[in-house]
Structure formats: structure tokens, C-alpha cells
């Protein structure tokens, strides 16, 4: 068990306390890739800040995650950043600005191993240099020599990547690191990841709103609905909760030809409007009127296979 | 409402200027001795029961000198603030929208304007038409049009791109219907700002002209010239030096207070 | 390359139009500079010759023609008042401006700027608000005054500074120390705009992505600070300095008069009052094209820091 | 109370002695100092350094103590023989007869020479665009003969009374090549080097013909327009000698630098335009005089330093100042207003007053004025007019109405009063009197010192009940030194003597 995730709450507190996460509980094995997926909003981001503990000040916090076995949500500040980088790194979505602008690529992948490691300045450049081949750069002398604006956004995010990987940490955390790519450039990242994730035993939590991507790459999915999970399960198709299920029909595919393309009626509820009861309820075609009463539990119905209902697997 | 450490800019900034126009507003009623009334026996007195500020090298009293000051300060302040912000908006939105050869020229005027330091172009200005208040006003008033022109057009520049112009223009929007209900008002904010800036800077900018002798004209009071005449008497009456540079500082502290508060906010 | 040229051929349309305002706007000046040379006592027809000698009769454009070409040929003409080449009066006098106005921004940046750094990093902490008023406090004052007290307070009180001015060449330490003080009061409110800009950018850049990869990497909060965040940051500082140098040199004519040093703002002041118009002309203009081509500079070089982008 | 003490020290100066400060008991301990090096602060620039170009005061003022006339003012107000050694003046006082004073040097050690006196009289005539002592001695000269090494001879047009305080022209050597550049003479002091703004430095001539004069080496008269950082130069040492100091500052230099307050020869005057309406009527300027309260200005602007005048003439020009014009419109508010009814303003009237912004202290004169007149219900507005458009608008095109300006005394007496005489050119009252103008004309054909000063004095009284000008004071002369110097001669003219200075330690 690399990571162990009990009971996390997050709020905000601006004018008044809002709770955008609703004790999260979820675990990733070691060498697995675990997929966050969620509509935007749902606080699965959220969940990756609050893990590298880099929530903004007026964000607070509860529940513990366990790490290495420690709580990572009691360390000082000391202790998380010699943690951070080492031990857990983050791939993030926008390449373009993910990178110091000023300063060349190869010098921000050295300065990861210049903080956690006892390299010389040469044994660091060809450190440098092996990373950057991992991820598959071309000629490496000289982009390692370029600036970030100087190279294409699927090259950027590959620096990105190799600045995660440089330490060998135990757990990467990727928050939709192919979002703002090209759909070309996204399945060469994919491959990269599961190729990486094989030869190392690092273990991936991929974060995303891309349903179908999540299903090609993760071991096993949690799918995430206002500050919940709502289901856990290894493969997509055998999906029990209906807001999973609501989303896979939503998605267009050579199935479903013909028929016009379905999609959830009304819209994510914001912090302010949630309302006690399961999350999904309002938007729920099978909800019942109890669902509005009680929070379901996330049980586990089958080897592995969580969900968040009253009604399923009565 | 938890005023939290946040809004100490509009606090105190809010707090000073409210005193400021209380005190206008009561030297439009009362003053407590007249403003222009000599007695040479008084001359230079310091502070007293009657005289709360002391007295001038005329024996005038210092304290209804600075309230009747108040409403010239605000006089010059809000005249120059509305000259240059009409002038400077006009153009910027003109050259902002429009671009092409209107903007390049009215940006090449606006560089050279701005290139005179501010005091050098009202130097100018007064030297051509003479010392006065009215004078000193258009003088500080043309001087702010380069910073309003260059503020408008570049929240033109902004807000021209967006999609819910090009949505107006789709509907048959006439370039003056745009400019003057969809865009100006998104622009609004942040010539707000400048306007409280410059009108400090009004402030400050008549003080400067009445210290090098070309402000506001004798015997009615300004700050300014309040300031530059009392310089003389610093060692023999430095109240009468304090009173009104602590006056001017303080207005201009709060505007540029208010400022920044606005600034701070428009962002959010 | 383009940009460069473009760049140009854009500042010499700028002192082009600058040239023009201050030629133009004395033409319609009340007061006859001949009258105030020559004095009361002069007799009418001497005065109708001064006139004709300093071509005041001609009309204004033939005026301006015969001015551009001189100075463009170097010749700054000659100050009526003084009855010596412009060149001359400006050359003695110019370094006193220069250096005050040197002086005065280099303060301000050196204290501005941490300013800036400790207001963005106690943004919203009670010795934050106390930091920013007192910054505010500086713009608020205004700087002639400022100049006086400075002036009593340290030239009588504490009889530390002496007020006569020695120039650079004589003796560089007193030099220095004798623009120590209204150095300080003209960079008074400058270090406040330093410190306002210093203390926005920052806020800006600490939202920026790259920081939270930093953070990520395992960086320490100062030291994402010192490598990255201030980086970044001083990169727009640059223009704030361009910025000031219009706000300086209008700031040195009021402080020069202050502290009596014979700079090219208090010839200026004489010039106006004694309507020796064509040295105030060449002043007004003198003092633009400064701030223009400074400007000017502040452009190239922020585009050369700048790795973004290429020139 | 501190005021107070201060007011009676100056005072009991003021007593010990018009000006000549005497040595005080702690002097003796003292000793005095050769040479020394003394800073002088001036407020303006110099226009020309040329003598005969000069126009401005304050040129003047500097350059008295580099160049010397054939003749040469005394602290007195009389005439002494400098350049040349005496004179004669023939019968038909025609022909002024000049001895030149033996072993006289230039700065550039040369013999002055007749040539030298021939070279700087001829040189002024023709279209030289002088000033004005110098073209009206050029207008007057018919010729001047060399007699023989030692003497010349200058022939007049017609007689002239008052030729002879024309003589101080300068005299500069004949082979000069630019005199703006080097100015050379035969003063008591050699000049050095001028910096447009900043100062004048001049140094001590060593073989200057008067013996025991001067002893100070070296003197910098230092630009400083600025009367605040003025003062605190002096406080700091950085100047030690600040004359026509504002009064206000007495009570803050009093202890720490010696402060002579002398009778200037400079006249404040509120000019009244006579072609004006209401300022032709005599009456409404009579009332106007009575309404004013100069004392009261005297006493707030002036530290009740300086004197009330009744005419166009300081008393420091002793023998021939009319004492009997002092008080010939006292303050008296019922005359004023019995005046102004029958004038046929009984409800007073407006008028703008314009003020020369460069003179604080008039502007200062004219807020008090306009207060004053209120009393009489005459509303005076202040307008503030820049020197340059004054000197334009006012004073060359007397287009306006009322103005506040001081009027600088000259060494020659018909000098002071010529400006009234209706058709003189800087007459800017608009004053028009027959009966002066005759007076005025005699004086010009008499060299009899007696009746001159009978018909002086005849002028200056019917100035004195005409007030075509409404006289405010003699602004008393108040010159701060530092503490260690001594031998200030106070002139009636505006000069600075250098010459008689002297430290002591």
C-alpha cells in the first residue's frame, strides 16, 4: 500500500465554511495507476493539493493520509518539503506555464536532483540527460540548452514528467497532464506513463475528466461526484452506480449510433447547494426519496468493486 | 462584517477622507475667524485657545485658512480630474477601438505629452496663459490625459477581442452604441482608479505650482500657497509650515489609499 | 531586427512631436524676452534691434525651421539672459541633474524594492498593513516640502549636511554626501512607487504554475523566492525605472530650487521668469528627450532580458 | 518674550549709530585679520559684465568693486576723484578739466593712460547700447582733448548740473578684446571667473591706488535665490554676508550673526495710474493716501524697521531730503472717506491691484492694502503678474491700474525725481505737473549746490501734496555677517563695498 487516503475533508473558508471534499477514503497499491475521474468541480484536484499539502492558506483540512507510514496532513513544513520531489512528485495540466520561463529545461530537471541528492554538477547533467532520454526527447545536448517558450507543448510536458520522475519517488501524481495537449501528442504521454509506470514501481494516481482515457490506462478507477467518490471499480464496463453509468451513455461511441447523444439532466450542484443525502440524488433517474434523506456508505459489494448507493446490489 | 486586515486601505483611507469633506463641508458654513481679516498685532502667533492652528505672518487664522483651503484643493482636484479624464478617455477609446493609423497617432502624441515631466508641462502652460486658479487646473488637467488615454485603450484593446463584442457587432451595434454601453463600462474600473490617483496627484501638482509662484493667487487661500509661503517661517513658526503640509499629505495619503483599495478589488 | 528598427523610427517621431510642443508653446508667450534682457531702461529702438538679431520678428515656423537646424548641427544657440551659448550653460550644469536624478532613482530602487518584497510577503498581515501605509505615506508627501524639513532638520539642527554644492570632479565623497539629502527627498516618493510595483508583481507571479511545480520539486519557500519568483519579478521591474525617470527630473526642478544646486532645473526656473526663451526652449526639450530616449533604452533592454521574446 | 529682547537689541544698534557699527566692548579682545576669504550671497545673476552695458541693480551692485569711474560714490553719497586725481570745471562749466592720478594700475598691471579715459568715454557714444548713466553722458560730450600725459579736457554740449555723478563711468583699458569675457578695471578687487547660477569670485588687487584697502584676499558672491536655504547658509557659516536680508529673520539670526539695520536708499510706492478714472482725481489718490496706514505695514512686513515717507526721496540722502513732507497724509479714515464722497465715490468703487510675483514682499504690502482699503469700502483684487509680463504690460505699456513696486535711489538726487517729469520715458504714473516740470528744468541749467537743494526740495513737496504715487516706506536695509565681521559701510546707492571689510579673530 503505497498511499492510504482516510476520511479527508477540505473546505474553504472565504465568507463562511464550505466543504468541498466529503471524507475521501481511497487507497493506491504500490506500482498501480490509480484514475481519479470526476466532472469539473468535484474536488479531485483538490484532493491532489491537499496530498502534496500545497492548498491555498484559506484552505483547511481533516482526516489523515497515510504515507510511508506517516500522516502526511501532520508533518511540519520541514519534513514535506524534503518529501516532496523524493518521495511524491506532481505532473501538472498547463506545460506552458508549468516551467520557470527564465531559466533553461535542463537546469529546472537538475535542480530536483540538486536539492535531494549528493551529485556532482556533471554526474547531475548526465542524470539529466539519461531522465530526458527516458522520456523520450530527441537530441538531448541541445534542448537541454533551450528555453521553455523554445520547445512544442508535448516536449514541455515531458521535461515536466522527467522533473517527476528524477528521484525515483514512490508515487507520482499526474492532474490531467494531457489536457491541454493535442490528441496525437496525448496517447505518445499515455504510452510514456504506462511505459515508465512498468520499468519503474512507482505507482500513478492519474487524475482526469476523460472517462475513456482513464479506462485504457488505470488499474482501477474512483469515480469522483461533488466532493465524494461515489464508485471504485477495475473495469469501466462493469460499472454498477448510475452516475457512472450516466456518463459512459454520455460518452459518443459506434454503439450508441443513432441515437441522439444522452445527457445528465441539470448541472453539478456548486459547494454552497449541497444538500445532505447522496450528492447525486437531484440528478439521479433511479432516485428515490430516501436517497434524499441518507448519505449512502461506499461499500464494498465485490473484490474491490465499491459503491455509493442505497439501491444497488440490494 | 469581520473587517478583516484585507481592507485597512479602505478603513483608514475611508476614515481620513470622511474627516477631510467633513471639514469642507463645514467651512461652507462656518469658519472660525475670517479668512481674509488682518490684525498685524497677532502675526506668528502659536497655537492658542482662539486661534486652535495659531496665526500667519498676516495674523490671519491658520485653521479657517486650511478649511476654506479644502474647498480649493477639491475644487482644483475634481476640475483637473474631469478635464483629463474626459479628454484622456475620449482619446484612448477612440485610438483603443478604432486602431490603425488614428491609434498610432494619438499614441505618438500621448508618448511625447508624457514625456514632459508633469510639473514641466504645467510650467509651460501657466507661463503661456498666466498664473490662476483656473489656469492651474486646465494646466493639471491636460497634464493627466496622457495616463486616462493610455488606461482606456488598453482596456479597449482587452475587451475588443472578447466574444460578446463581436456578438453586439453581429446584432447591427453602432461603434458608438459599443463603445459607450458594452465596453466603456467593463473599462470603467480601472479609470476609476486613476482617477483617484490623479486627483492626489492635483493636489500635489498645486502645491508644487504654488511653491514655485505660479498656483493659486493671493489673498484666497490654497494649500499650496499656504506651504510655500510659510516655508520662510519655518524656524520662527513651524506650525504654521506643519498645518498645511500635513493637510495636503493626508488627503493625498487617503486617495491613494482609496486607490489601491479599488485597485485591489477590481482584480478580484 | 524589424522591431528594433520600428522602435526607431517611432522614438524620433516622439522627439520630433516633443520639439514642436516646447517650440511652439513659447511662440505665444505674453512678454517680450528682448524687453527683459534689455531691461526698463532701454530705449525702444535698441529693443527693435535685439528683436531683429534674435529673429523674434520672423514668423514662428521659419523660427523653428533655423532652430532644428542648429541644434541638429550642434549649436544650442544662445540664452538671452546670459548672452553665453545654451551648450555651454546646460554642459556646467547638467551633471548636478544627472546625478541628482541617478542618485535619487538608484535609492529608490535599493529601498523600493525590498519594500516591495517584505509588502508582498506580509500582504495580509498586521506589519504588512503598517508597511504599506508607510510606503503610501511617501507618495503622499509632497516633495518640496519634504526638501525643507529635510534642509532644516539635518542642515541646522544637525548641522550634517553642507549645502554647498562641489561638483563630481572636485571631490567625489562630498559631492555625494552633499546630494545625500535631496537625493533622499526626491526618492521619497518614488521608493513608494517602486515598492507598490515591487509588491503587485510579486502577488502575481507567487499564483503563477511554475511556482507550484517549485514547491513541488521540494523547494523551500525562500529559496523559490530568491531563484524563481524575484527573477521573474525583476524582469517588469525594469520598466518601472523608465518610468520614474519622467517623475525624477520633474521632481529635481523643484528639489534644485529647494536646495539651491545649480542644476539645469533651477536655469530653468530662471529661464521662465526672466523669459530667456530660447533656454528654456532647449531645456523643455533637453529634459523630453531624455525621458524619451530612457525610455527608449528601458524597452531594448527589457526585450533583451527577456528570453521570451526575441528581438 | 524672546521677540521683544531681540527687537530692543536691534534697536539699541540702530541708536549706536546709523548703520556704522561701532566696535562694542567685547570687539577689543579681537583682533583684526589680514586677507580672508569672504562669501557673499547674491539673488540673481549678473546681465552684463561689460560697466557700460549693465543695466541690471544687482550687476552694479557686485562690479562697483572691479570697476572705477574718473569719479567714484562715497558711502556719504558725495563724489571722490578716483581714476583721476582732481578736476576743474571752467567758468562756462562747459569744460571738466581731469587730472589722472598718478601710478593708477589696471588688473593687468598696465598704466592706466589717458588713451585708456579717451578709449572708454568715446567708446559709449554712437549707437553702443548702453545704459542709461553711460548714454547720457555720451549724448552730452562735444569733445574730449588730450592736454598732456597727466590731464584731459571734456567739453559738453550745454551746461548740465548734474553731469558730474555721470563721470563714474567706468574706465577700462584701451586695448581690452572682450571685456564681457575678462572684465578688467581699476578697482579694489580683480575679477576671477564668473558661473551663470552658481558664483562670482573676485580676488584681492594688490596694487590698488587707494593704500590700506582692501583686506580680505578673496571674495565669492555666491548665487542663491532661495531666501530659506539663504538663511540657513548663513546659520551654517557657509555665507558670511547676506545683505538686504527679509526682517523676519532677525529674531532667528539674531544670536548666532551680527545684524545691521541701515536706511536704504529705495522708495516703496503704490502707483495709482493718473490717466486711469478714478486715479486722475486728486482726491480720490489723497483718500486713498489716508486710508492707508503705512505703520501698520511697516510693523508686520518690516519688523517696524523701516520709515514712512511722505515723497519720492529717502532720508538718506541727508541735505537734500525735504523733512517737511514726512506726514503730509497721515492715517485717518474720516478724511479718507469725507474725500471720497466729494470725489463722488461715497460707496468706494473696485480696482485690480497688480503685484510683481518676484517680490514676495510687495505682494505681501498689497494683501495688507487691499484689507485696509476695505475699511473705506475701496475692493482692490489682487492679481499676481509674472515679472516678465510686468515689465511689459506695466512698466513699458502702463496698462493698469494700481501697482506696488520699490524704486531704487541713485547717487545724483535729480536722478530720483526725473521719473515724474511728464515726458520722461519710465514716467509709468502718468503723471503730468507743469509747475514740477519747470522746476526740474531749472535745476539742469544750475551748479549752485544751494539753490539746487532749495529746488529739490521744492519738487520733492509738490510730489508730496500731488500723490500722483501713494509713498508706503523706505524699506529699512537689514545685511546679516557672521559673527567675526566687521567694517560693513552702508551706501545710499545699491552697492556691496567689499573694500572696508574685514575679519577679526
Redesign the interface.
Known amino acids: 500500500m503505497t498511499i492510504e487516503i482516510k476520511n479527508l475533508n477540505i473546505y474553504f473558508n472565504e465568507k463562511t465554511k464550505l466543504q468541498a471534499v466529503n471524507n475521501l477514503s481511497f487507497n493506491v497499491k504500490k506500482g498501480e495507476i490509480m484514475g481519479l475521474v470526476g466532472e469539473s468541480g468535484c474536488g479531485k484536484s483538490l484532493t491532489s493539493l491537499a496530498i502534496m499539502r500545497l492548498l491555498r492558506k484559506n484552505a483547511s483540512f481533516s482526516g489523515d493520509i497515510n504515507f510511508l507510514g506517516e500522516n502526511l496532513l501532520n508533518l511540519s513544513a520541514k519534513e514535506m518539503t524534503s518529501l516532496r520531489g523524493r518521495e511524491i512528485s506532481m505532473i501538472f495540466q498547463e506545460p506552458l506555464t508549468a516551467l520557470n520561463p527564465l531559466h533553461r529545461v535542463g537546469k529546472q530537471i537538475a535542480e530536483t536532483l540538486k536539492i535531494h541528492t549528493s551529485l556532482s554538477k556533471k554526474e547531475r547533467k548526465e542524470k539529466t540527460l539519461e531522465l530526458m532520454n527516458e522520456v523520450n526527447l530527441k537530441d538531448l545536448e541541445d534542448t537541454y540548452k533551450k528555453f521553455p517558450h523554445e520547445l512544442s507543448g508535448g516536449q514541455r510536458q515531458r521535461i515536466v514528467i522527467a522533473i517527476a520522475i528524477a528521484c525515483e519517488p514512490q508515487l507520482i501524481i499526474a492532474d490531467e497532464p494531457t489536457t491541454a495537449l493535442d490528441v496525437s501528442t496525448q496517447t505518445q504521454i499515455i504510452d510514456l506513463l504506462k511505459k515508465l509506470n512498468n520499468k519503474k514501481d512507482h505507482s500513478l494516481l492519474f487524475i482526469s475528466h476523460d472517462l475513456d482515457l482513464v479506462g485504457d490506462l488505470c488499474h482501477r478507477i474512483a469515480i469522483m461526484y461533488a466532493g465524494h467518490i461515489v464508485e471504485i471499480i477495475e473495469k469501466l464496463k462493469d460499472a454498477k452506480h448510475p452516475y457512472t453509468k450516466c456518463l459512459l451513455d454520455a460518452i459518443p461511441s459506434p454503439l450508441h449510433k443513432g441515437k441522439d447523444l444522452y445527457s445528465i439532466p441539470g448541472r453539478v450542484p456548486t459547494l454552497s447547494e449541497r444538500k445532505s443525502g447522496c450528492p447525486f440524488a437531484p440528478r439521479c433517474p433511479m432516485a428515490k426519496e430516501k436517497c434524499h434523506e441518507i448519505l449512502p456508505e461506499l461499500l464494498e459489494k465485490k473484490d474491490g468493486h465499491l459503491v455509493r448507493c442505497l439501491y444497488i446490489y440490494r | 462584517m469581520n473587517i478583516k486586515v484585507k481592507d485597512h486601505n479602505l478603513i483608514i483611507g475611508g476614515v481620513i477622507l470622511m474627516f477631510l469633506l467633513f471639514i469642507m463641508g463645514v467651512s461652507f458654513f462656518y469658519l472660525p475667524h475670517s479668512v ?3 490684525n ?1 498685532k497677532l ?1 506668528l502667533s502659536p497655537p492658542n485657545f482662539s486661534y486652535l492652528l495659531g496665526t500667519d ?3 490671519r487664522d491658520i485653521l479657517s485658512r486650511l478649511m476654506k483651503g479644502s474647498q480649493t484643493a477639491f475644487l482644483v482636484g475634481i476640475i483637473s480630474v474631469g478635464i483629463g479624464s474626459s479628454m484622456g478617455v475620449l482619446l484612448g477609446a477612440i485610438s483603443g477601438y478604432f486602431g490603425g493609423k488614428i491609434d498610432e497617432f494619438i499614441m505618438r502624441i500621448t508618448d511625447a505629452m508624457m514625456a514632459f515631466p508633469g510639473i514641466l508641462f504645467a510650467l509651460m502652460f501657466i ?1 503661456v496663459f ?3 486658479i483656473e489656469n492651474t487646473m486646465i494646466a493639471i488637467g491636460i497634464m493627466s490625459i496622457p495616463t486616462f488615454a493610455r488606461i482606456t485603450r488598453s482596456g479597449f484593446l482587452r475587451e475588443k477581442e472578447l466574444e460578446y463584442i463581436k456578438a453586439a457587432r453581429v446584432r447591427g451595434a453602432s461603434n458608438f452604441r459599443i463603445i459607450y454601453h458594452h465596453i466603456l463600462p467593463n473599462v470603467l474600473s480601472p479609470i476609476i482608479v486613476a482617477a483617484t490617483m490623479s486627483f492626489s496627484n492635483a493636489i500635489l501638482a498645486e502645491a508644487a505650482l504654488s511653491y514655485l ?2 498656483g493659486v ?3 484666497n487661500p490654497s494649500w499650496g500657497r499656504m506651504l510655500s ?1 510659510s ?6 513658526a513651524p506650525w504654521y509650515t506643519l498645518a498645511p503640509g500635513i493637510m495636503i499629505s493626508l488627503t493625498v495619503l487617503s486617495l491613494n489609499m482609496l486607490g489601491d483599495f479599488l485597485r485591489e478589488h477590481q482584480k478580484r | 531586427m524589424i522591431y528594433f528598427i520600428k522602435k526607431i523610427s517611432i522614438m524620433t517621431f516622439t522627439l520630433f512631436l516633443v520639439s514642436i510642443i516646447s517650440f511652439s508653446v513659447f511662440q505665444i508667450i ?4 528682448a ?9 525702444q529702438e ?1 529693443i527693435d ?2 528683436r531683429t538679431e534674435l529673429m523674434l520678428d520672423k514668423p514662428a515656423s521659419i523660427q523653428y525651421f533655423y532652430w532644428i537646424k542648429n541644434i541638429l548641427k550642434g549649436d544650442l544657440g544662445e540664452s538671452i ?4 551659448p545654451i551648450k555651454e ?1 546646460i554642459g ?2 547638467i551633471g548636478v541633474t544627472l546625478s541628482l536624478g541617478v542618485y535619487a532613482i538608484l535609492i529608490a530602487v535599493a529601498i523600493g524594492i525590498p519594500l516591495g518584497i517584505l509588502n508582498a510577503k506580509y500582504n495580509n498581515t498586521k506589519f504588512g498593513v503598517c508597511l504599506s501605509i508607510f510606503s503610501q505615506a511617501g507618495l503622499a508627501i509632497p516633495e518640496f516640502w519634504l526638501g ?1 524639513i529635510f ?2 532638520v539635518f ?2 539642527i544637525f ?1 550634517f549636511f ?4 562641489i561638483s563630481f570632479g572636485d571631490d567625489p565623497i562630498s559631492h555625494i554626501r552633499i546630494l545625500t539629502l535631496p537625493a533622499f527627498a526626491l526618492a521619497i516618493s518614488r521608493i513608494s512607487v517602486v515598492a507598490r510595483h515591487m509588491k503587485n508583481i510579486i502577488l502575481e507571479e507567487e499564483e503563477k504554475d511554475y511556482v507550484r511545480t517549485a514547491y513541488s520539486k521540494g523547494l523551500s519557500m525562500n529559496k523559490i523566492y530568491v531563484f524563481h519568483i524575484l527573477q521573474n519579478a525583476l524582469v517588469p521591474t525594469i520598466t518601472i525605472i523608465g518610468m520614474l525617470t519622467a517623475g525624477v527630473l520633474g521632481g529635481a526642478i523643484v528639489v534644485e ?4 544646486l ?1 542644476g539645469i532645473g ?2 530653468l526656473i ?1 529661464g521662465v ?3 530667456d526663451i530660447p533656454l528654456v526652449q532647449v531645456i523643455i526639450t533637453y529634459i523630453a528627450s531624455v525621458v524619451v530616449i530612457i525610455n527608449f533604452l528601458i524597452d531594448i533592454l527589457y526585450k533583451i532580458i527577456d528570453p521570451r521574446i526575441s528581438i | 518674550m524672546k521677540k521683544i529682547i531681540g527687537l530692543l537689541a536691534v534697536l539699541m544698534l540702530m541708536i549706536s549709530g546709523c548703520g556704522k557699527e561701532e566696535s562694542s566692548n567685547e570687539n577689543t579682545l579681537k583682533t583684526k585679520v589680514d586677507g580672508g576669504e569672504l562669501v557673499v550671497r547674491i539673488s540673481q ?1 549678473m ?2 559684465l561689460d560697466p557700460h552695458k549693465a ?2 541693480a544687482g550687476t552694479y551692485e557686485v562690479m562697483f568693486n572691479v570697476f572705477e569711474g574718473l569719479l567714484k560714490p562715497t558711502h556719504e553719497g558725495k563724489l571722490i576723484p578716483a581714476v583721476a586725481e582732481s578736476f576743474k570745471i571752467s567758468k562756462d562749466n562747459l569744460t571738466y578739466t581731469f587730472k589722472l592720478r598718478d601710478g593708477i594700475k589696471f588688473h593687468n598691471g598696465k598704466d592706466v593712460e589717458i588713451e585708456d579715459i579717451i578709449f572708454s568715454l568715446t567708446r559709449i557714444g554712437g549707437d553702443f ?1 548702453g ?2 548713466v553711460v548714454k547720457d553722458l555720451a549724448k552730452n560730450i562735444k569733445s574730449i582733448k588730450k592736454i598732456d600725459n597727466k590731464t584731459v579736457a571734456i567739453e559738453l554740449k550745454k551746461v548740465d548740473g548734474t553731469i558730474l555723478s555721470k563721470f563714474t563711468t567706468a574706465i577700462i583699458p584701451k586695448d581690452i578684446v572682450d571685456i ?1 569675457k575678462s572684465p578688467i578695471g581699476t578697482g579694489p578687487f580683480k575679477f576671477i571667473e564668473y ?4 558664483k562670482l569670485v573676485m580676488e584681492k588687487f594688490k596694487n590698488y591706488w587707494m593704500t590700506g584697502v582692501p583686506t580680505i584676499n578673496k571674495v565669492e558672491f555666491s548665487i ?10 548663513l ?2 557659516g ?1 555665507i558670511d554676508l547676506y545683505p538686504r536680508m ?1 526682517s ?2 532677525i ?2 539670526l539674531e544670536n548666532t550673526n551680527n545684524i545691521i539695520v541701515t536706511e536704504q536708499n529705495l522708495m516703496q510706492i503704490l502707483s495709482l495710474n493718473n490717466k486711469v478714472k478714478p486715479f486722475d482725481d486728486i482726491k480720490v489718490r489723497q483718500a486713498i493716501a489716508y486710508a492707508i496706514d503705512s505703520k ?1 505695514i511697516i ?2 512686513l518690516d519688523a517696524g524697521l523701516g520709515k514712512s515717507i511722505g515723497t519720492n526721496m529717502s532720508p538718506v540722502m541727508k541735505n537734500y531730503y525735504n523733512v517737511e513732507t514726512e506726514g503730509t497724509y497721515t492715517h485717518n479714515i474720516e478724511k479718507a472717506k469725507k474725500l471720497l464722497k466729494e470725489a463722488g465715490y461715497e460707496n468706494g468703487f473696485e480696482f485690480t491691484l497688480s ?1 510683481p ?2 517680490y ?1 514682499f510687495h ?2 504690502t ?3 492694502i ?2 485696509q482699503l476695505k475699511k473705506v469700502g475701496i475692493k482692490a483684487n ?3 503678474v ?4 510686468w ?3 506695466i ?2 505699456g502702463r496698462k493698469y491700474e494700481g501697482t506696488i513696486i520699490a524704486l531704487d535711489g541713485k547717487i545724483e538726487p535729480y536722478d530720483i525725481l526725473n521719473r515724474y517729469i511728464s515726458n520722461h ?2 514716467n509709468f504714473m502718468n503723471y503730468e505737473s507743469k509747475k514740477y516740470d519747470e522746476i526740474m528744468k531749472k535745476i539742469t541749467q544750475i551748479t549752485d549746490e544751494k539753490t539746487k537743494i532749495e529746488l529739490y526740495k521744492k519738487a520733492q513737496m509738490i510730489l508730496a501734496q500731488d500723490i500722483p504715487v501713494v509713498f508706503i516706506m523706505a524699506p529699512a536695509g537689514i545685511i546679516a555677517t557672521d559673527k567675526d565681521l566687521r567694517g560693513y559701510t552702508p551706501y545710499p546707492i545699491y552697492v556691496q563695498d567689499i573694500s572696508t571689510l574685514y575679519f577679526v579673530k
Open positions: 481674509t481679516e488682518i498685524t502675526k505672518n498676516f495674523g507661463s498666466g498664473v490662476g509662484g505660479l493667487q493671493a489673498p509661503e516655508q520662510m517661517y519655518f524656524m520662527i | 505674453p512678454g517680450d524676452p524687453l527683459s534682457k534689455l531691461g526698463i531702461e532701454a530705449s535698441q534691434i535685439l539672459r546670459f548672452s553665453r550653460l556646467e550644469r525643507i534642509l532644516i542642515g541646522i548641522k553642507s549645502l554647498k554644492y530650487q529647494v536646495f539651491n545649480p533651477t536655469l530662471n521668469t526672466t523669459r | 545673476d546681465d552684463f543695466l541690471a547700447s545704459n542709461s564681457e558661473l551663470p547660477g552658481q542663491i535665490k532661495d531666501e530659506q536655504s539663504s538663511i540657513l547658509s546659520q551654517r557657509e527679509g523676519i529673520h529674531s532667528t501698520e510693523d508686520t503685484l510675483t518676484n514676495r505682494a505681501d498689497g494683501v495688507i487691499s484689507e489682487l492679481v499676481e509674472e515679472w516678465g509680463t515689465l511689459k504690460e512698466y513699458a520715458r519710465r
